[in-house]
């Protein structure tokens, strides 16, 4: 078994040197992975890939306890999360959002009338810090543990981490409760935020922050605490969770005693007693906000009568106690220097606004987004800023704005400053990556490429997609393998895949020399390759990637059309050459009176097969393919008419994969456990899923049982 099919065998089936083999491969790739993420602090796999590796690496071990060695001790050992899981005893909650004078009005009037209050009601009024919360629990004085929110009830144990911020006290003096949590948020200051990220730039690789809160949540959470040190991170406390006494009555009394003992506190906190007051230091916090030297997106009212706090209680997840008063996105003025076209993986082309470099809220802005076409011609669109018309110009002075992590964007243009030679953006209908059409749906925003089989910004997505186990399903050419040969320039398009082979006993360099790959991997790869020349219709059609033709369509035009000519062909005469309309002719009328068809799918077909490189991709990949009449559905398997739930993290295959293998097997899946679950698939991590089906009598297994149990190892 050549070593980069080795990572597809279940644990429990690899032999002995096999599982050398994968154990070795799998400590490299972790120890490369660790240093990535430690040093260069530019983790290139997401955390559930880097789990992955580590369960199976601990996976192994446990079946081939010889295997654990001084690499993968260091490597494996650990929990297979990077941080373990801490319950907050009292749960962390949310607040309830203001977002302008009459939400104050009301939540005050809410307070009173739910408590039968007919004067006034004294409450505090602080910054909202914009950072992440962290709750820090101490037991005789002593800092024992630091955990993040998380989802409120369990969060991520970071003590380690928490220690070597100079704010958090390891000790607090004597005479303080058995138990104290103190809750606070931990933030980066502004001048911090900007030297950091002038390091990182300086390092090269090109990874910054984005803004100072995801600077503060990326160097917390750090699995070295060193990197952790080596970042400027502040506390301020200003809430608790779990206490074996009250150090005071009310929640200033509350901040006070935590200031008495050391930790930080907003000196900007103060005392309210109308919703005027409230009010008035809304405003001059907004003022002053740019010059705090950190974010803050508003102001949290809280009801400083803790015995008041009580009776009052919670709404679901936020206390009727609170509210969180948000300010307006902070904006600045500056010109546009220039517009980008970006092409995404799946094609849309995005325009990015390139921007005279502006200081926002202490944050450099350079880049905005410009969302789409009519966004730069003033039309607007969902949840955007409209302009009325107003469209915006290369030269234009305008008016941006940055909230939260929100990317920045264009919210006016400021017309008396307009350039007299500025001309209306025209925006490209050809792919800047390209070449293909670019083109836009009915009713859609978005202008894609469609050039899709052969567009580079797509191409590794689309041979990923055409590759994929409903697709093609080609074993020994996964996403590292399309990417490797992408680079390589071995494949650019579906075809190439197929003349591997013969190219490959041409090359210089042959494939069985290059990394990752042997004399036997190369030849099962050319097999598995040879295997698949022959392929039902409905996955070609698939394969394909035409948008909006999922499974479910490419079934349908394959049974209605039965050859692949045909369907081509069809979409072909839909749009003539000439100034025919599309619309009426009998293609057309054809492909939208195919049961379950509808305008939208036939055009994105139509569109397909306009585009010339696509027409010529398709020929050469019918050179290499023939598709085989429509596959017969499933019946006989061992989990037809059953109904299944995925539940957890999958790592052989993703969710989308899990449910279209189901149905494919005749199975129906479900997105919630109830009596009419007949069996539930959990990866780890699986929650509540795995109690409601021992509740009911669902039978569960694990991934690998579900690959078992559907004879598809
Ligand atoms: S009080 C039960 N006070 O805002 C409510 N939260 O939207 C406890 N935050 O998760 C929170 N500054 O991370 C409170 N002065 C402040 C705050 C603050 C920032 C954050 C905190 C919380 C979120 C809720």
């Given at each position: 078994m050549p070593s980069d099919l080795l990572r597809e065998i279940p644990v429990d089936t690899l032999k002995a040197d096999e599982a050398a083999r994968e154990h070795e491969r799998l400590s490299a790739e972790i120890a490369e992975n660790d240093l990535r993420y430690h040093q260069e602090d530019a983790p290139v796999i997401s955390d559930a890939d880097y789990d992955a590796l580590r369960r199976r690496l601990v996976a192994i071990e446990a079946r081939f306890p010889e295997l654990r060695s001084a690499v993968s001790t260091s490597v494996g050992a650990a929990p297979s999360v990077k941080f373990a899981k801490v319950p907050h005893v009292v749960p962390m909650l949310s607040l309830d959002n203001a977002f302008d004078d009459q939400d104050v009005v009301d939540f005050i009037d809410r307070a009173r009338r739910f408590l039968k209050i007919e004067g006034a009601i004294s409450f505090t009024a602080e910054p909202k810090i914009d950072g992440l919360s962290l709750s820090l629990r101490y037991e005789g004085g002593r800092l024992v543990t630091a955990a993040t929110r998380g989802d409120g009830f369990e969060g991520e144990n970071v003590t380690v981490n928490a220690r070597t911020i100079g704010d958090i006290p390891e000790k607090l003096p004597a005479g303080v409760p058995e138990i104290v949590e103190i809750r606070g948020e931990c933030y980066m200051a502004h001048v911090d935020f900007q030297a950091l990220n002038a390091r990182m730039a300086a390092a090269g690789g090109g990874k910054t922050f984005a803004n100072p809160r995801n600077a503060a949540a990326g160097s917390l959470r750090q699995l070295d605490p060193k990197i952790t040190a080596s970042r400027p991170l502040r506390f301020f406390a200003y809430a608790w969770g779990e206490m074996s006494a009250m150090p005071a009555e009310t929640q200033m009394g509350m901040v006070e005693a935590f200031a008495s003992w050391g930790l930080p506190t907003n000196p900007r906190m103060t005392l309210c007693s109308t919703v005027e007051e409230a009010l008035a230091f809304y405003h001059a916090l907004e003022t002053d906000r740019a010059g705090l030297g950190y974010d803050i997106d508003g102001v949290v009212y809280k009801v400083n009568s803790l015995a008041l706090q009580n009776r009052l209680g919670f709404v679901s997840r936020s206390p009727r106690w609170a509210v969180a008063h948000k300010f307006a996105a902070e904006q600045a003025v500056t010109v546009l220097n220039g517009i980008d076209i970006q092409v995404g993986r799946t094609g849309a082309l995005t325009p990015v606004a390139k921007l005279e470099p502006i200081t926002v809220g202490g944050v450099v802005v350079s880049n905005a987004t410009l969302h789409n076409e009519d966004y730069i011609r003033g039309i607007g669109g969902d949840g955007l800023p409209i302009r009325d018309g107003v469209d915006i110009r290369v030269g234009d002075t305008v008016v941006i704005q940055r909230a939260g992590d929100v990317i920045p964007q264009i919210v006016s243009v400021l017309l008396d400053r307009r350039p007299a030679d500025a001309v209306p953006y025209e925006f490209p209908?050809?792919?800047?990556?390209?070449g293909s059409h670019a083109v836009r749906e009915e009713g859609e925003a978005v202008r894609r490429c469609t050039g899709g089989l052969i567009c580079s910004a797509q191409a590794v997505e689309r041979i990923r997609h055409f590759v994929s186990r409903n697709a093609f399903d080609i074993e020994g050419l996964g996403e590292k393998q399309v990417q490797a040969f992408h680079e390589w320039g071995l494949i650019t398009e579906p075809a190439d895949i197929f003349t591997l082979e013969a190219r490959d006993a041409g090359q210089l360099q042959r494939l069985k020399n290059?990394?990752?790959?042997g004399e036997t991997s190369a030849r099962n790869l050319f097999a598995a390759i040879n295997e698949r020349r022959s392929i039902a219709l409905n996955r070609f059609i698939y394969a394909l990637g035409i948008r909006h033709v999922g499974e479910t369509n490419a079934k349908r035009f394959a049974r209605h059309f039965g050859t692949v000519e045909a369907f081509r062909d069809t979409a072909l005469a839909a749009r003539p050459p000439g100034p025919e309309l599309l619309k009426g002719n009998d293609a057309w009328v054809e492909l939208v009176g195919i049961e379950g068809i509808g305008a939208v799918v036939a055009e994105a077909v139509v569109d397909f097969f306009d585009e010339p490189h696509n027409r010529d991709a398709f020929a050469r990949l019918l050179e290499q393919v023939t598709p085989q009449p429509l596959e017969a559905a499933k019946t006989d398997s061992p989990v037809a008419g059953k109904t299944v739930v995925f539940t957890g993290t999958l790592v052989r295959m993703t969710r989308e994969e899990a449910k279209a293998m189901a149905e494919r097997l005749g199975a129906k899946v479900a997105g919630s456990v109830s009596k009419k679950t007949d069996l539930l698939v959990a990866g780890p991590g699986a929650g509540s899923k795995l109690k409601s089906a021992a509740e009911n009598g669902v039978e569960v297994i694990d991934e690998d049982g579900w690959f078992t149990l559907v004879g598809a190892e």
């Amino acid at each position: 078994m050549p070593s980069d099919l080795l990572r597809e065998i279940p644990v429990d089936t690899l032999k002995a040197d096999e599982a050398a083999r994968e154990h070795e491969r799998l400590s490299a790739e972790i120890a490369e992975n660790d240093l990535r993420y430690h040093q260069e602090d530019a983790p290139v796999i997401s955390d559930a890939d880097y789990d992955a590796l580590r369960r199976r690496l601990v996976a192994i071990e446990a079946r081939f306890p010889e295997l654990r060695s001084a690499v993968s001790t260091s490597v494996g050992a650990a929990p297979s999360v990077k941080f373990a899981k801490v319950p907050h005893v009292v749960p962390m909650l949310s607040l309830d959002n203001a977002f302008d004078d009459q939400d104050v009005v009301d939540f005050i009037d809410r307070a009173r009338r739910f408590l039968k209050i007919e004067g006034a009601i004294s409450f505090t009024a602080e910054p909202k810090i914009d950072g992440l919360s962290l709750s820090l629990r101490y037991e005789g004085g002593r800092l024992v543990t630091a955990a993040t929110r998380g989802d409120g009830f369990e969060g991520e144990n970071v003590t380690v981490n928490a220690r070597t911020i100079g704010d958090i006290p390891e000790k607090l003096p004597a005479g303080v409760p058995e138990i104290v949590e103190i809750r606070g948020e931990c933030y980066m200051a502004h001048v911090d935020f900007q030297a950091l990220n002038a390091r990182m730039a300086a390092a090269g690789g090109g990874k910054t922050f984005a803004n100072p809160r995801n600077a503060a949540a990326g160097s917390l959470r750090q699995l070295d605490p060193k990197i952790t040190a080596s970042r400027p991170l502040r506390f301020f406390a200003y809430a608790w969770g779990e206490m074996s006494a009250m150090p005071a009555e009310t929640q200033m009394g509350m901040v006070e005693a935590f200031a008495s003992w050391g930790l930080p506190t907003n000196p900007r906190m103060t005392l309210c007693s109308t919703v005027e007051e409230a009010l008035a230091f809304y405003h001059a916090l907004e003022t002053d906000r740019a010059g705090l030297g950190y974010d803050i997106d508003g102001v949290v009212y809280k009801v400083n009568s803790l015995a008041l706090q009580n009776r009052l209680g919670f709404v679901s997840r936020s206390p009727r106690w609170a509210v969180a008063h948000k300010f307006a996105a902070e904006q600045a003025v500056t010109v546009l220097n220039g517009i980008d076209i970006q092409v995404g993986r799946t094609g849309a082309l995005t325009p990015v606004a390139k921007l005279e470099p502006i200081t926002v809220g202490g944050v450099v802005v350079s880049n905005a987004t410009l969302h789409n076409e009519d966004y730069i011609r003033g039309i607007g669109g969902d949840g955007l800023p409209i302009r009325d018309g107003v469209d915006i110009r290369v030269g234009d002075t305008v008016v941006i704005q940055r909230a939260g992590d929100v990317i920045p964007q264009i919210v006016s243009v400021l017309l008396d400053r307009r350039p007299a030679d500025a001309v209306p953006y025209e925006f490209p209908t050809l792919c800047p990556v390209c070449g293909s059409h670019a083109v836009r749906e009915e009713g859609e925003a978005v202008r894609r490429c469609t050039g899709g089989l052969i567009c580079s910004a797509q191409a590794v997505e689309r041979i990923r997609h055409f590759v994929s186990r409903n697709a093609f399903d080609i074993e020994g050419l996964g996403e590292k393998q399309v990417q490797a040969f992408h680079e390589w320039g071995l494949i650019t398009e579906p075809a190439d895949i197929f003349t591997l082979e013969a190219r490959d006993a041409g090359q210089l360099q042959r494939l069985k020399n290059r990394d990752g790959f042997g004399e036997t991997s190369a030849r099962n790869l050319f097999a598995a390759i040879n295997e698949r020349r022959s392929i039902a219709l409905n996955r070609f059609i698939y394969a394909l990637g035409i948008r909006h033709v999922g499974e479910t369509n490419a079934k349908r035009f394959a049974r209605h059309f039965g050859t692949v000519e045909a369907f081509r062909d069809t979409a072909l005469a839909a749009r003539p050459p000439g100034p025919e309309l599309l619309k009426g002719n009998d293609a057309w009328v054809e492909l939208v009176g195919i049961e379950g068809i509808g305008a939208v799918v036939a055009e994105a077909v139509v569109d397909f097969f306009d585009e010339p490189h696509n027409r010529d991709a398709f020929a050469r990949l019918l050179e290499q393919v023939t598709p085989q009449p429509l596959e017969a559905a499933k019946t006989d398997s061992p989990v037809a008419g059953k109904t299944v739930v995925f539940t957890g993290t999958l790592v052989r295959m993703t969710r989308e994969e899990a449910k279209a293998m189901a149905e494919r097997l005749g199975a129906k899946v479900a997105g919630s456990v109830s009596k009419k679950t007949d069996l539930l698939v959990a990866g780890p991590g699986a929650g509540s899923k795995l109690k409601s089906a021992a509740e009911n009598g669902v039978e569960v297994i694990d991934e690998d049982g579900w690959f078992t149990l559907v004879g598809a190892e």
